[in-house]
């Protein structure tokens, strides 16, 4: 239903602006209400300041590639709910499919019914027309770190191509300032959208990446979506494991749990 709601506005602007109709609303306008802004921080907060579950483990929900699929995410969200273990979700990235602000504030108020916080990377889809400007507004920056119960989690853009293959994104130095401190954390997981390999990532800045994260020898994890499909391995044979999220379309997520020096997962069908 939501899909046809929002392929409704859609097609109602692009009529209004074919036939030369006087209306407002464009769908490439920024229109967030205050509700809408800041996510990433009330998010943080709620987590941060009401750590919940045994102070050793972390358990989250790992999903993302949510673009168009609301009725997937509504009932992935409708799940989550039922379950009293999951401590937050994160997001691998792909909010939107074309970077509009009504994509953004769908998909932000399904998420918004999540019982737990969630926690979000930009994807490439998110960055396309105003979907950089709006993401930065209604979740914050594309970089930042954060430490739950000892565990550092680095989130982290590597949307490469549509930035020009730089060679600035990922930005490697940033990321290895978040993993240096190794004295302040137990271990440590870098969260993306588009990983390393992939024809997405600057591939001039793979080893870079892959070193970054192993030569601290705390990095358990590197999470990221953009593939739509599930998969895991260590393709760097260094220690670091590589997780791929599932679109919602697959009516799939991965539990994640995670100890200091170790780690499990599960998938779940829904």
């Known amino acids: 239903m939501i899909q046809k709601l929002l392929k409704g506005f859609i097609a109602v602007g692009i009529a209004a602006m074919i036939f030369g109709q006087c209306i407002s609303y464009s769908p490439f306008e920024i229109t967030l ?67 509009l602000d009504l994509e953004f504030s769908l998909m932000a108020e399904i998420l918004g019914k999540l019982k737990v916080p969630y926690l979000t990377v930009i994807g490439n889809h998110d960055i396309i027309y105003n ?4 993401y930065e507004q209604m979740f914050g920056p594309m970089d930042y770190s954060f430490t739950y119960k000892g565990f ?27 993993l240096s401190d190794t004295s302040h954390y137990k271990n440590a997981l870098v969260i993306q959208h588009v990983p390393p390999g992939n ?53 799939s997520y991965v539990v994640v749990k995670i100890w200091e020096g170790g780690f499990s997962h599960v998938v779940v069908d829904f």
């Open 152 to 178: 550092r989690f680095v989130m982290l853009n590597t949307n490469g191509r549509e930035f020009g293959f730089s060679g600035k994104v990922p930005d490697i130095p940033w990321l290895d300032e978040q």
């Open 33 to 99: 209400e205050d509700h809408e802004k800041d996510l990433t921080q009330k998010n943080l907060n709620r987590l941060l300041d009401n750590p919940t579950g045994n102070s050793d483990t972390v358990t989250f929900a790992f999903i993302g590639d949510t673009q168009r699929f609301y009725d997937a995410s509504t009932d992935f969200v409708n799940v989550l709910n039922k379950r009293s273990d999951i401590e937050f979700v994160i997001h691998s990235g792909d909010i939107s499919d074309f970077g």
């Open 131 to 134: 979907g950089r400007r709006i």
């Open 199 to 251: 024809d997405d990532f600057d591939n001039t800045l793979e080893t870079s990446y892959a070193q970054t994260l192993s030569k601290w020898g705390k990095t358990l994890l590197s999470m990221n979506g953009h593939n739509h499909d599930y998969s895991i391995g260590e393709p760097y044979n260094d220690g670091v494991t590589y997780l791929n999220s599932f679109s919602t379309s697959k009516k």
